[in-house]
């Protein structure tokens, strides 16, 4: 059962365009979404979270959009450089306890010079 | 500057055989993670722990088993490694207040 819903797989952007990537869960009872990047070889690293009691949050050039009734949330990275490109995860949980993050399938971006 | 080591970084071996990946942390960090990443899936929790020999099941917890006897160790261990175990495991710890988790930089494991 996959509760965190990722899309899209793989996307192509141009330097300087928008990297949209959107995710969809189920659990109601999540309430902390963060979104982590990846490098080939390494580990997740965490890019930027929120909370559901804000319906968006900005970090520099990546913003995270949280729709609480539609149980989606979404990752932009405006003026997209080649650096950004990674793989990136949303992911899920509680923020109590054991905090047990289900990810999201993960999305391939490529942003070309 | 949390860190986390990870053993063996790459492994390959045989079905049946048993295989035992090390994750070390340096700080005092009470939760522990070890999840597997294989393409489509993302990352899904194998086991994780909240404490000296305090550990719990993840969501794909069949035919691994983790102990923690120190709280700077926890360890995976596949008794008997199937092909279907070919994966990338990756072992986190919980920053604090934060609820950040961070991420090692990942074992290799191949069964043949």
Redesign the interface.
């Known amino acids: 059962q996959q509760q965190v819903k990722q899309s899209p797989q793989s996307l192509i952007v141009q330097k300087g365009g928008i990297s949209i990537i959107n995710c969809a869960y189920e659990n109601t009872a999540f309430d902390y979404f963060p979104w982590y990047q990846q490098f080939p070889g390494k580990g997740p690293a965490l890019l930027i979270a929120i909370r559901p009691d804000v319906s968006e949050k900005k970090e520099g050039r990546f913003t995270i959009s949280f729709n609480k009734s539609a149980k989606q949330f979404s990752l932009h990275i405006m003026d997209s450089q080649p650096g950004d490109s990674a793989t990136y995860f949303c992911a899920a949980s509680g923020i109590q306890g054991a905090q047990k993050l289900v990810f999201g399938q993960g999305t391939r971006l490529t942003i070309n010079p | 500057d949390a860190g986390i080591t990870q053993s063996p970084r790459h492994k390959v071996t045989e079905t049946g055989t048993p295989v035992t990946l090390r994750c070390h942390q340096t700080e005092n960090h009470r ?1 522990m ?1 070890w ?1 597997r990443q294989d393409p ?6 194998i086991h ?1 722990s ?1 404490g000296v020999k305090d550990t ?1 099941k ?2 794909v917890s069949d035919g691994y088993s983790v102990s923690r006897s120190k709280t700077e160790d926890f360890l995976l261990t596949l008794e008997s490694a199937t092909s279907s175990q070919t994966s990338v495991y ?1 072992c ?1 710890i ?1 920053i604090g207040g934060t ?8 074992s290799r494991l191949t069964v043949l």
């Open positions: 939760y993670y999840y489509g899936h993302g990352l899904r929790l994780y909240y719990d993840g969501e990756f986190a919980r609820g950040e988790l961070f991420f090692g930089e990942g």
